[in-house]
């Protein structure tokens, strides 16, 4: 069923179609669109439908946070503006959805860098939920220009909305791999994903590595990607023979450990700080679980406590006297736990905590994502890379040509008004005594059409000879980039230089510890 399943046409229902056919065949499309066109994300540019079209549309309006060129960026506007352009041009579902995509961007707790910078109540990772979309206001992240800047340079396809009435990308040409980068959730039908996120300084770092290298063995491309970087923090306590073990097959489960200080009081007083949390753990569920445990409730159909729940209950508050929550906007997680008399061992107190609580859990990983071919399917994180890699190539290519085509029109341009600026006084004459002087212009300078609708059309002052001195200087340094991109097209190892450059450049802006 699973390969039916992405077959790309299937033959067209007949009218004598039985029940059973056309319910297979509907339940089929339904996976389908599932499958590719909701839960998974894009290899290419780590995105899924619904936020790549926030993406896009968000560009489109002029929320960028502005350029690399000292740009200034836009003012956030209300999110109810967003989801309703995203909604009416490319994305006809709920307004719910698709403004919960965007809360998700905008949360640091839930993106290890987020696209979407907001201002207002966008949740908390207590489970709070975010303000009304007409309440919050919303930008680009600066991050996002690393996967919007080069849209306009035929970097990729496009294809039509849902009614026709406009287009929108099939990918984003993302300049970084923000699969790995904000890795991803999602359930589908007959499969799933969870794709952690990672520090972008060791993911550019196995890039450039595997560009330089594509030969280089398993153990090599984890010295450079060691493992996942959480949004949250936490510290990750699994070997790294476990870590290779699911970056090698795509799947696993990493134990992950919160991590926390000891606070020295007076009286040799102390109390043990919780800083950060792992994966989807908040402290909120930590408190829930404190107060199950030195509190338990009477389990359904039984008089009493069972004698575990009993033990449990001693064991706990025999090392910890009180547990209270001190974060705030200063500190996004402080949980205090006091020990029950200063003599108490920390490390008992730790571990007991440990074991009974979610401040040790497993985060599973499932790398499944649409892939190049359009094909949804499990991989490894060098697969990923590797696709990632490959895509990149593809729309630095496209860029350069996109480039060099307009360095070349531009020089044509030039290269008609130098040929005028020698021949002035002839070209006047021919102007003024001639009834169709464009045909005149072509026969008697060779020129091209658009080279004489050029000439028609400029202003005489562009005539002078201070003219010619910029003409001469602007068409050097076209002729310098038209080498440059003609070596890059030219030469893949000029390409892959160039990739190498260009992700070292940006992780330096954008990478943090």
Known sequence: MTESLFTPEAPAFDDDASLGQYAQRAYLEYALSVVKGRALPDVADGQKPVQRRILYAMSRMGLGFGGANGSIGAKPVKSARVVGDVLGRFHPHGDQAAYD??????QDFSQRYPLIDGQGNFGSRDGDGAAAMRYTEARLARISNLLLDEIDEGTVDFQPN?????????????????ALLNGASGIAVGMATEIPSHNLREVADACVAL???????????????????????????????????????GRGSLKVRARWVIEDLARGQW????????????????LEEIEELTNPKVKTGKKALTPEQTQLKATVLSVLDGVRDESSKDAPV????????????????ITTLLAHTSLESSAPINLTMVGLDGRPVPKTVRQMLEEWISFRQTTVQRRSQFRLDKV??????LEGRQLVLLNIDEVIRIIRNSDEPKPALIKRFKLSERQADDILDIRLRQLARLEAIKIEQELKELREEQGKLEDVLG???????????????????FADE
């Open 101 to 106: 995509a965007l809360v998700r961007m905008a």
């Open 162 to 178: 849902y009614d026709g009435s406009t287009e929108e990308p099939k990918q984003l040409p993302a300049r970084l791999p923000f």
């Open 211 to 249: 560009i330089k290298n594509p030969k280089l063995s398993h153990a090599e491309f984890m010295q450079w990607l060691p493992g996942p970087d959480y949004p949250g923090g936490g510290q990750i306590i699994s070997s790294a023979d476990d870590i290779s073990d699911a970056y090698a097959t």
């Open 271 to 286: 109390q043990m700080v919780v800083t950060e949390l792992p994966p989807s753990v908040s402290a909120q569920k930590v």
């Open 334 to 349: 402080r949980l205090v736990f006091e020990p029950k008399t200063r003599t108490i061992e920390q490390q008992e107190l």
């Open 408 to 413: 070349l029109a531009r020089i044509h341009i």
């Open 491 to 509: 030469s893949t190892a000029s390409l892959r230089r160039l990739m190498v450059k260009e992700i070292e450049a940006d992780a330096k802006v």
